[in-house]
């Protein structure tokens, strides 16, 4: 009988780092979310940047990155993404709920937004069976979600 991988959040080293680099999604979710090596380039320049390399078992499968600004209590998923070899699994929302279980012990966090382009193939569903509900707001072209904590 097969186990079921463990997902855990791991923090990225000089020693992992290119495995993550190498993670994409499909080529049609591709305007859905930056590369990760935007986002590895936009984490090491703001402070307010929490990022971790989604693994299965020991094998990386994905990338998360928070906006967190404790001082005002805004907490914001930045980017999310699973690798198209590994999308379909659960990877993704085991991944979540560790990402939304660290925003839950941050201080005063009552919510966990996140914002997504709209157009066919979109996430939105994904983070609907999470508890995200749309706000009916958007921030640039991209649709707000919000998960109440």
């Known amino acids: 009988m097969n186990k079921e ?17 190498a993670l994409q999604v499909a080529d049609d979710q591709k305007g859905f979310v930056a590369t990760n090596e935007r986002s590895l380039a ?11 390399a989604i693994y299965a078992d020991d094998t990386p499968v994905g990338f998360v990155m928070l906006y967190i600004d404790a001082e005002k209590h805004e907490y914001d998923v930045w980017r999310f993404m699973i690798d198209k070899d590994y999308q ?35 996430p939105s569903g ?8 749309e706000t009916g707001k958007w921030a640039d072209k991209e649709k707000i979600m919000v998960l109440n904590l």
Do not use: C
Not at 42 to 52: I, L, V
Not at 96 to 116: C, G
């Open 88 to 122: 379909g699994k659960n990877y993704g929302r085991k991944a979540m709920e560790l990402a939304i279980a660290h925003v839950r012990s941050l201080p005063e966090a009552t919510k966990l937004e996140l914002s997504f382009v709209p157009g066919d193939g979109n």
């Open 42 to 52: 936009q984490a090491h320049f703001s402070d307010k940047a929490w990022f971790r």
């Open 126 to 133: 994904f983070y609907a069976k999470l508890g995200f509900v």
């Open 5 to 21: 991988p463990i997902v855990t959040l791991r923090e990225i080293t000089s020693e992992t780092v290119n495995d993550i680099l």
